[in-house]
Each structure stands twice: as C-alpha cells, then as structure tokens.
C-alpha cells in the first residue's frame, strides 16, 4: 500500500522559512516522480513545485528562487524547503506521487493528507 506522510508545517511570520518533508512507502521511491501543490480556502488546487525520477525539477512562477524541492531516495523522503515565505503562501500543502511527470497528469495517483502552512504579516 502506497503511503505519503507530510510533516513540517506550521505558522510563521512573514520573511521567515519552513521545511516540509513528506514520507514515501509501498512503492519504489526512486522510480516515481513527485511533486508538492498547495490549497488555500477558497481557491484551487496548485502545483507548486515537481522533481522527476532523474532529477529534474519545475516550480511555480510565484515561488522560483524562495522555495526549493529535493528528494533523498536513501531516506524515502522528499522535501520543500521554504523560504522568503509571504502570506499568500498561507494553504495546505500536500505532497503527492505518480510514475509520471506530475506536471502533466491531471491528477497525480497518490497524496499525503497535507500539512497546514500559514503565514502571518
């Protein structure tokens, strides 16, 4: 059974940073590509950042050069790095994973239960 497991939220004020890591299990990690999107009340679903299988990486126009997305296969673990944070960045944020390049499936085919991020000015 796949499972994602995001931790790492929290409040914070504005300027300051946050990490958010996301647990993999029941798949092999390093084969999948994944991706954070976020959901603020009232507004649709993003992507905000994407990491294939080799590497390579996408983000969002809104977070390039504050928020940085990485993966250590040895761990399972993929990682969003926030910093610069602003109050639009205020939503929940949810990792998820797909065999394909989650910037162009529809819906990704598995997601953790998302962390709260909220940040105040």
């Known amino acids: 059974q796949v499972q994602l497991v995001e931790s790492g939220g929290g409040s914070v004020q504005a300027g300051g940073s946050l990490r958010l890591s996301c647990v993999v299990s029941?798949?092999?990690?390093?084969?999948?590509?994944m991706g954070w999107f976020r959901q603020a009340p009232g507004k649709e679903r993003e992507g905000v950042a994407f990491?294939?299988?080799?590497?390579?990486?996408r983000y969002a126009d809104s977070v390039k050069g504050r928020f940085t997305i990485s993966k250590d296969n040895a761990k399972n673990t993929l990682y969003l790095q926030m910093n610069s944070l602003k109050p639009e960045d205020t939503a929940m944020y949810y990792c998820?994973?797909?065999?394909?390049?989650?910037?162009?499936?529809?819906?990704?085919?598995?997601w953790g239960q998302g962390t709260q991020v909220t940040v105040s000015s």
């Open positions: 029941g798949y092999t990690y390093s084969s999948y590509c």
């Open positions: 998820a994973a797909d065999r394909l390049p989650l910037y162009i499936v529809v819906v990704p085919n598995y």
């Open positions: 990491i294939d299988s080799d590497g390579s990486t």
